[in-house]
């Protein structure tokens, strides 16, 4: 069974995210860059279900600049076999980004495909649910755990009330959430290993795909910074103060 596993390069989630000046975007330039967290879980799955015998190739996918090549080196290290980037300098949207998604499964036809829930750069969480709906294939979002069997996948998913469990006929999407697994350390061994395996260039137009923005940015701004809070010395002034000064009860 094949998995096709997408990997995004985002700005590494230890880093503090800054405007840039002219409030065009985020800045990237001289940031470390790294795999999205969640793709990196969805990574570790791929590996888990095949050392469980399940799987027996996983391709790892990204899309976006030559620089991705790295993102796909560390998925290699983690455990995929081989690797595709779809190179291109245009900024992707979610839609863009699933559209070559599903002209890649047309040409992998992989029986899962697993996404992270979000990417902690754009926080969209829409890239899985449009793959799903272009392919009309099942789909799992905000795995928690997943098992696979008999051409059938049960995951359990964190939805709001709790916990979720569905089965769903394979094909199918899977999009991870945090508690899916730990990720494994990447291995020097691993890293070496990593650079003999395959990893693929195309380019948008080979997968007939045009990645054209759809939705324009206006702005880009900081939040509003939060003012210090207050001690009260009892919960009565507390109360007080709720009720007369921010007049909430
Ligand atoms: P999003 O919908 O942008 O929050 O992203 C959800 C997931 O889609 C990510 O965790 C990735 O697995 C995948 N994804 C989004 N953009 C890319 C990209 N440029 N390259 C590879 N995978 C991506």
């Not at 795999?35 to 969805?42: G, K, R, V």
């Not at 940015?217 to 207050?230: D, S, T």
């Amino acid at each position: 069974m094949k998995v096709l596993v997408s990997v995004k390069r985002v700005v590494d989630y230890n880093v503090k995210v800054r405007v840039k000046a002219d409030g065009t975007g985020v800045e990237t330039a001289n940031v470390k860059m790294s795999m999205n967290p969640f793709d990196e879980i969805a990574i570790e799955e791929a590996v888990r279900l095949k050392e469980a015998g399940v799987v027996t190739e996983i391709v790892a996918v990204s899309a976006g600049l030559l620089a991705c090549q790295e993102t796909l080196r560390t998925a290699l290290a983690i455990g995929a076999d081989r690797a595709i980037l779809v190179e291109t300098d245009v900024e992707l949207q979610p839609l863009a980004v699933a559209k070559l998604l599903k002209a890649l499964c047309d040409k992998e036809s992989p029986q899962i495909v697993i996404l992270g829930k979000q990417a902690i750069d754009d926080d969209a969480n829409q890239t899985g649910q449009m793959l799903a709906a272009l392919l009309k294939w099942p789909q799992a979002t905000f795995a928690s755990k997943v098992k696979v069997e008999n051409g059938k996948a049960t995951v359990t998913r964190e939805v709001d009330g709790g916990l979720e469990t569905i089965a769903l006929k394979l094909p199918a999407i899977i999009t991870t959430d945090l508690r899916l697994n730990e990720p494994r350390y990447v291995t020097l061994p691993n890293i070496m290993k990593a650079k003999k395996k395959a990893l693929e260039n195309l380019k948008p137009d080979a997968l007939g795909v045009d990645v054209k923005p759809r939705l324009q940015v206006l702005k880009v701004v900081e939040p509003a910074k939060r003012k210090a809070g207050i001690k009260v010395p009892d919960a009565k002034t507390l109360v007080e103060k709720l009720r007369n000064e921010a007049k909430v009860i």
